[in-house]
């Protein structure tokens, strides 16, 4: 299995601010991971696939960059609506597996 | 929009069967352009993918999994159900069921991301 490792694990910050956070693999996985945002008692939402691309109606402050076996998801501006947990995945290697997820929480 | 529902019991006995459906509206099981997935995550915890199928009943599965599940297709119903045999409280955890579509924004093979979930079902574990 390929482990995906998120850092960090809970990043505190208040609207406004930049956020960086970053998924490491076990081995390459070329392009292919997704980002997802998890709010409380909701099911993940895709942001980001392909470790660049946004997913259809994702507001442009969300960016993925990287390959091979180092990732960030940026978000340039945190909206209030953008707290929550983060998760990263991969694709190049079934099965499929998750990272741990990084907590983004209000300052 | 497509959208998804799981249903089925929300408490099972350790050893027995877990059984849950997912129904899919909005679109087609059967148009061939996704897998339908099912994933997990136990409560306070990550998620877990467990397996994929498609409108011929062709399907993927978690290694780790591998033994203790099965998932399949009912085309004239747009839905497709999950199986869980043998279920210890490790079990426990909601219950996703996901889109994983081989065409996003107009760009092939792309199969292996969640693109529509539905809202979840907990699934406890318990005598």
């Known amino acids: 299995d390929i482990v995906l490792t998120q850092s960090p694990a809970t990043l505190s910050l208040s609207p406004g601010e930049r956020a960086t956070l970053s998924c490491r693999a076990s081995q390459s996985v070329g392009d292919y991971l997704a980002w997802y945002q998890q709010k409380p008692g909701q099911a993940p939402r895709l942001l980001i696939y392909d470790a660049s691309k946004r997913a259809t109606g994702i507001p442009a402050r969300f960016s993925g960059s990287g390959s091979g076996t180092d990732f960030t998801l940026t978000i340039s501006s945190l909206e209030p609506e953008d707290f929550g947990v983060f998760y990263c995945?991969?694709?190049?290697?079934?099965?499929?597996?998750f990272g741990g997820g990084t907590k983004v929480e209000v300052k | 929009q497509v959208q998804l529902q799981e249903s089925g019991p929300g408490l099972v006995k350790p050893s027995q069967t877990l059984s849950l459906t997912c129904t899919v509206s909005g679109g087609s099981i059967s148009s061939g352009d996704a897998f339908w997935s099912w994933i997990r995550q136990p409560p306070g915890k990550g998620l877990e993918w467990i397996g994929s199928?498609?409108?011929?009943?062709?399907?993927d599965y978690n290694p780790s999994l591998k033994s203790r599940v099965a998932i399949s297709v009912d085309t004239s119903k747009n839905q497709f159900s999950l199986k869980v045999t043998s279920v210890t409280a490790a079990d426990t955890a909601v219950y996703y069921c996901?889109?994983?579509?081989?065409?996003?924004?107009?760009?092939?093979?792309?199969?292996?991301?969640?693109?529509?979930w539905g809202q979840g079902t907990l699934v406890t574990v318990s005598s």
């Open positions: 199928i498609d409108y011929t009943a062709t399907t």
């Open positions: 995945q991969q694709r190049n290697n079934w099965g499929l597996t």
């Open positions: 996901a889109r994983d579509p081989a065409i996003m924004n107009n760009e092939f093979d792309t199969r292996g991301s969640f693109d529509y």
